[in-house]
């Protein structure tokens, strides 16, 4: 049966390999320039003691940025070109009959066929997410915004769950419509809605979230890469303060404050007593995932993930095996 | 002798569809079985329930001692070819000829070389760019590399030309004679199976309407032709499989070897395709035991 795969599906692998030597070679040396970039930049802001302060700095090169952010869709590629034809194309063509009257069973030719896509599944998602997390890691220290949506989910070992569920769910999908197209398609539809529900439903609430409460003229940030749920300012009645759309201090509309903090919004650093006094009445609060979390978190999504591709292929042999041929 | 197949009351529903009920058919080991009906009769789905590709709904069926599985075993013992020749469109002749070494024990790759070079079937392009016959000719030579012992063949020779045919079917008539194999196959032309075949199974809408060994189904089957009278003296002895009326005369086709006394009708033997006909019917709207009126009546 593994030969079988092989003969069937080499060309898929070559191409995958070849798209994962491509990306290696690009992230590689790109990821070097943007290493010794930094290295140059924490020498020259430690030697001025500026290194508290380095927003400006952008690293790399928009073009591999992107393709770096674009990761992002990589393992639902697993799922349109190697699970949804995999049993949908035999079923499409009639070859299944020949295969399944060899003398080897059902159960066996799927077992075969699907673990061996499930692993190279996990490796294009694996190989993906260890360039990406290693050509991040200046990104990383610099930004700190690792453990948020969109760069959770390309670094570390997120990309090979999603990886392992897209074929899981290419599989199922063929097995379910026996027709390749239709299998991929609701394979690409599938793959994005339910990544979209859990990141944006289901992820913050994993652990429940930290709040602080600070003073705004002192203001607080978090430790380290943190992951930030909501930040806003309480008023002296215990409500938020809407956000400010016009002029504003410490994040407080000026509306909410006496006139000697007018000047604040015009980029003044020096507080008046009075304004300050005013803003005493003002809570900051930020509400975050900690980011001693950061794997915890990446451990759940994984756990989700598998548990849901493990759940589709039982779908998936069960259509196989109990209906007819 | 030993029956290789043996079904009883086996039934096949598809949702809304019967596609096969109440069937009970015996095959002996060593005989080549044509499996005729017209289209759509069930020839596929019997087909297939005894290759292990399709469950039944109801009965049971034993085949070649056991129950159609999922078992290396079993499969090993089974050569089925579909109507659509299962190949995988890419790959070669010759690529299949490798699947087919590693999916089974006893497998005979050259032979299958030999056979289709003879035929000058290109067995390294693939199979997809073959032509109709070419493909099934491939997949023939693949389902005979396995050495099963029962072999199902749905319309294998549908994609033939005519010569092919009688190749074929050549092929297949030494094979049996040399291991022992069991055969049946189906087809919806008489014709083609009267040949090589020895035993047949006849289907239609659904049913089985004769099983048996052809040569004795022939000896209690024949033609009565007589004037244009009632059927009722002869039905009391014999069961009327058709009968055709027309302004002078009735032809009635009987099953049964009761002597006929009425000296108005004239006995004459049955050939295969007429007896098969006459259970199908001509308009190919068959059943059993019907009757068919031709010209004005009374």
Known sequence: MTWLTWRQHRAQFCTGAALLAA???????????????????????????????????????????????????????????????????????????????????????????????????????????????????????????????????????????????AMALGIAAGALLRRTLPAMAVTLVGFIAVRAVIALWLRPHYMSAVTVFYNLV????????????????LGPDGHPVPQPDGPAAFGVPLGYLPASCAPLNGGATHITPSCAQALTHFRGFTTYQPAGRYWAFQGIEVGIFIALAAILLTVAAAVLLRRDA | MTSVIQTRGLAKRYRRVTALSDCAITVPEGRISALIGPNGAGKTTLLRLLAGLARPTAGNMTVLGGTPRQDPAF??????????????????????????????????????????????????????????????????????????????????????????????????????????????????????????????????????????????????????VGPRKATTAIEKTRTIVQAVRTARQTTVLVRGNAAVLDPDWESADIGLEEMVLGYMGQDAAPGLARLTTVGDDQ
């Open chain 1, 218 to 233: 002192h203001g607080y940030t978090p430790p380290g890469s943190y992951w930030q749920l909501a930040q806003g300012v």
């Open chain 1, 23 to 165: 990306l290696a070679v690009l992230l590689l040396i790109t990821g070097l320039q943007v290493a010794s970039q930094w290295h140059s930049a924490l020498v020259a802001c430690t030697a001025t003691h500026s290194c508290s302060n380095q927003g400006g700095l952008f690293l790399g090169n928009r073009a591999v940025g992107f393709l770096v952010i674009m990761t992002l869709g990589a393992p639902a590629l697993a799922g349109l070109f190697w699970g949804a034809p995999l049993v949908a194309a035999d079923l499409e063509t009639g070859a299944t009959p020949f295969a399944w009257t060899q003398s080897v069973t059902r159960t066996r030719w799927l077992a075969v066929k699907t673990g061996w896509m499930l692993l190279a599944a996990a490796v294009w998602g694996g190989v993906i997410s260890a360039l990406v997390t290693w050509w991040s890691g200046p990104n990383n220290a610099l930004y700190r915004d690792a453990f948020n949506p969109g760069r959770f989910d390309i670094m570390n070992i997120t990309p090979v769950a999603y990886a392992l569920f």
């Open chain 2, 75 to 224: 499969l090993a013992e089974i050569g089925y070819l579909a109507q659509e020749i299962p190949l995988y469109r890419r790959l070669t002749a010759e690529d299949h000829i490798g699947i087919g070494a590693h999916l089974n024990r006893r497998w005979d790759g050259a032979s299958a070389r030999d056979r289709l070079r003879a035929l000058n079937i290109p067995l390294d392009r693939a199979v997809g760019k073959l032509s109709g016959g070419q493909r099934a000719q491939v997949a023939l030579a693949l389902t005979l590399a396995k050495e099963p012992r029962l072999l199902l063949l749905d319309e294998p020779v549908a994609a033939l030309d005519p010569l092919a045919r009688r190749n074929f079917l050549a092929i297949l008539a030494t094979a049996v004679a040399d291991s022992g194999l069991t055969v049946v196959l189906s087809s919806h032309l008489v014709a083609d199976l009267e040949r090589v075949a020895d035993h047949l199974i006849l289907l239609a809408s659904s049913r089985v309407q004769l099983c048996g060994d052809i040569d004795a189904l022939l000896a209690e089957h024949h033609v009565l």
